[in-house]
Nanobody
C-alpha cells in the first residue's frame, strides 16, 4: 500500500519560515520524481517544486529563491523548506510521487501565512 504523509504545516507570520516533510512508503522511492503542489481556496492545484530521481530541481517562478526542495533516499523523505513566506503562499500543500507509470498523492497539509 502506497502512502505519502505530509507534515510540518501550520500558521506562520509573513516573512517567516516553515519546513514541510513528506514520508513515503510502499514505493521504490529512489526511482520516483517527488514534488510539492499547492491549492489555494477557489484556485487550481499548482506545481510548487519538483525534484527528479537524479536530484534535478525545478520551481514555480513565484517561489524561486524562497523555497528549496530536497530528498533523502535513505529515509524515503522529501522536504520543502519555505522561507520569506507571503500571504499568497497560503494553501494546502500536497506531496506527489511520479514515475513513468504511477502517480501518487498525499492528503495535504495546510499552510497559512497571516498576521
Amino acid at each position: 500500500q502506497v502512502q505519502l504523509v505530509e507534515s510540518g504545516g501550520g500558521l506562520v507570520q509573513p516573512g517567516g519560515s516553515l519546513r514541510l516533510s513528506c514520508a513515503a512508503s510502499g514505493i521504490i522511492f529512489r526511482i520516483y520524481a517527488m514534488g510539492w503542489y499547492r491549492q489555494a481556496p477557489g484556485k487550481q492545484r499548482e506545481l510548487v517544486a519538483v525534484i527528479s530521481s537524479g536530484d534535478t530541481t525545478r520551481y514555480a517562478d513565484t517561489v524561486l529563491g524562497r523555497f528549496a526542495i530536497s530528498r533523502d533516499n535513505a529515509k524515503n523523505m522529501v522536504y520543502l523548506q519555505m522561507n520569506s513566506l507571503k500571504p499568497e503562499d497560503t494553501a494546502v500543500y500536497y506531496c506527489n510521487a511520479t514515475s513513468t507509470s504511477r502517480d501518487y498523492w498525499g492528503q495535504g497539509t495546510q499552510v497559512t501565512v497571516s498576521t
